[in-house]
């Protein structure tokens, strides 16, 4: 099974779940950057480190993605999606574009991951539709149930981001010694796991310490902690980690 044949089967579950509740299409918001709900990645994973997207599914595996102008024209050539909406990188152009993608659906039949929405983007969307927004519209439920079962990719995935969690945890230990600047251990840490195959983040790395004092050099006895932002980030093994 490859990255593709992960994500078709994820989607196809989380739609055939959704369509036994009478929704004909589900919606996924990614509003901020570096802050990606891991629904949304699920289904998406373009979308970690992007923001003002949002992805639509149909029962008949037809797929929208509303999403900033800047990089639609390759998205468009991809043929990953298709519908490709392109807006300007904005709230306001946001909700435009996601209501313009939503035009061809029945309102009455659409679901929503609300835990991958602010409160401020669910209530305009659902004024701007004319529907309530009540809890019944939505699907997390379904997605989080789907999501603790893993597939053979997300096993071999969530295998490589221990491997290098755990190698660049090490590289830093021998490396470790009194004097030495946090903040630029911190950055070490990053730079370890982008060395040996990681990118992007689930969340900034830090270092504490079992004393829990907040030292800007380490002294002798510290005994750091290091908390790797990098943590099973190989897309989507970072959301199988963040899962478990």
């Not at 089967?9 to 509003?31: L, P, W």
């Not at 306001?92 to 009455?108: C, N, P, R």
């Not at 270092?207 to 290091?226: A, S, V, W």
Request: proline content about 4%; glycine content about 8%.
């Amino acid at each position: 099974m490859n990255q593709n044949d992960s994500i078709k089967r994820r989607r196809d579950s989380i739609m055939t779940e959704a369509q036994k509740r009478g929704y004909e299409a589900v919606v996924f918001f990614n509003e901020v950057i570096r802050q990606n709900p891991s629904n949304t990645i699920y289904v998406m994973p373009h979308a970690l480190g992007d923001e003002h997207q949002t992805f639509i599914m149909d029962h008949n595996g037809d797929t929208t993605l509303v999403m900033p102008h800047w990089g639609a024209p390759r998205v468009r050539a991809s043929g990953e999606f298709n519908e490709v909406i392109a807006i300007k990188q904005e709230k306001g152009h946001h909700i435009k574009g996601t209501l313009e993608a939503l035009k061809k659906y029945d309102k009455d039949k659409l679901g929503f991951d609300i835990s991958t929405v602010s409160a401020q983007m669910w209530y305009r969307i659902t004024s701007e539709l004319g529907i309530a927004p009540t809890h019944e519209r939505d699907i997390s439920d379904i997605v989080f149930k789907l999501r603790s079962i893993k597939d053979e990719y997300e096993i071999e995935e969530i295998c490589k981001a221990i491997e290098i969690t755990e190698a660049a945890f090490h590289m830093l230990i021998e490396e470790t010694s009194p004097g030495r600047n946090v903040a630029y251990m911190k950055r070490e840490l990053d730079a370890n796991m982008i060395e040996l195959g990681a990118y992007e983040f689930s969340f900034d790395s830090s270092i504490g310490f079992i004393k829990g004092n907040k030292t800007e050099f380490l002294k002798h006895g510290d005994g750091p902690r290091p908390v790797p932002g990098f943590l099973g980030s190989l897309r989507l093994g970072v959301e199988g980690i963040q899962s478990l």
